[in-house]
């Protein structure tokens, strides 16, 4: 979802930024000597379900993070023309699955201000399986849960890591993302194709 469908810049912001000036505030560090102290700890975390988590960052950092969330909601936003591409996948006789490792109080927060719910058959949260999508073993159980053919899945996301996991469980249609946050111009690589437009996908039969 974030960095696919969403713009990854609330994410971005969120973490790098509103999050810091947060934890400075209160512990009455400048914003450098905030992020100092926080970067090492979230890199600690990254891909494991820590990371997704608000109730593990909410406890380990002192801060309420769905309301520092919530405070900043208008900066979330739809990535460009994928409310084009859900419209089209919606008018197809395809299934179509959200998996996210989205925290379920943050996939709220995103689904109510965007909208798109009704565009999906079903929406999972990683935190359903207690694993998040870079490990194989989610992808397992999501196979488990859902009985899809990966021979037959089609598969976007954003996180190289995530892709990886997917493609070693055996989903054969796989799209990275060019630029998942809409203000940054980092050079992305990947192994896999890249998507820049969504409506690069259509007309979809």
């Not at 494991?48 to 002192?62: E, K, P, R």
């Not at 909601?73 to 299934?95: C, G, H, M, N, V």
Request: glycine content about 2%.
């Amino acid at each position: 979802m974030d960095g696919t469908l969403l713009d990854l810049h609330f994410d971005n912001y969120f973490w790098q930024i509103h999050v810091p000036e947060h934890y400075g505030q209160k512990h009455g560090l400048s914003f450098e000597e905030s992020k100092a102290l926080l970067y090492p700890r979230f890199t600690a975390q990254q891909g494991s379900l820590n990371w997704y988590c608000l109730d593990f960052w909410s406890q380990d950092l002192g801060l309420d993070i769905v309301q520092l969330k919530h405070n900043i909601q208008e900066r979330i936003a739809i990535r460009a023309d994928a409310l084009e591409f859900l419209q089209a996948l919606a008018s197809s006789p395809k299934q179509v699955w959200l998996v996210t490792n989205a925290h379920p109080q943050a996939l709220a927060l995103k689904l109510n201000k965007t909208l798109i719910s009704h565009y999906f058959d079903h929406i999972i949260s990683s935190h359903q399986f207690a694993k998040p999508k870079e490990y194989l073993e989610f992808w397992h159980d999501l196979q488990s849960y859902a009985h899809f053919n990966p021979e037959r899945t089609l598969f976007i996301d954003d996180s190289e890591s995530v892709l990886m996991a997917a493609a070693k469980f055996g989903i054969k249609n796989i799209l990275s993302i060019k630029q998942p946050d809409s203000q940054s111009i980092q050079d992305r690589q990947s192994q896999f194709p890249m998507l820049e437009h969504f409506k690069d996908l259509l007309p979809i039969a």
